[in-house]
């Protein structure tokens, strides 16, 4: 009889236990689809816009800076500047945007 008791008493433990977490749950899952997915989604095409960043491309530099690339190296860009053809050398974590024909793509 007391192990009968002792199983509900634990049974009915469980299930409070997981409607205790159950309000956690939902807000990571709220978190994670408003929060964190359009995040990953904006940070993937961020890194496919940089991939394809090749020569001759004109870009927006986060600081302002709008130039040409003229070399690509493997963590940087060298960009020639207007009016005055300044030669400049940016990371590419400091690529905003590309322009390339009417396409803009962003960061």
Known sequence: MTALLLFQATAAGAG????TFAPFLLIFA???FLL???NQKKQKKWQEM???IKSGD???T???LR???IAVKDDAFQLRLPPDNIRLEVTKTAIA???TGDEVVTK
């Open 16 to 19: 409070s236990s997981l409607l």
């Open 30 to 32: 709220v978190f994670y």
């Open 36 to 38: 964190i997915l359009p």
């Open 50 to 52: 940089l991939a394809g």
């Open 58 to 60: 004109r870009i927006t």
């Open 62 to 64: 986060t600081g302002g």
């Open 67 to 69: 130039g040409t690339v």
């Open 97 to 99: 945007s590309v322009t």
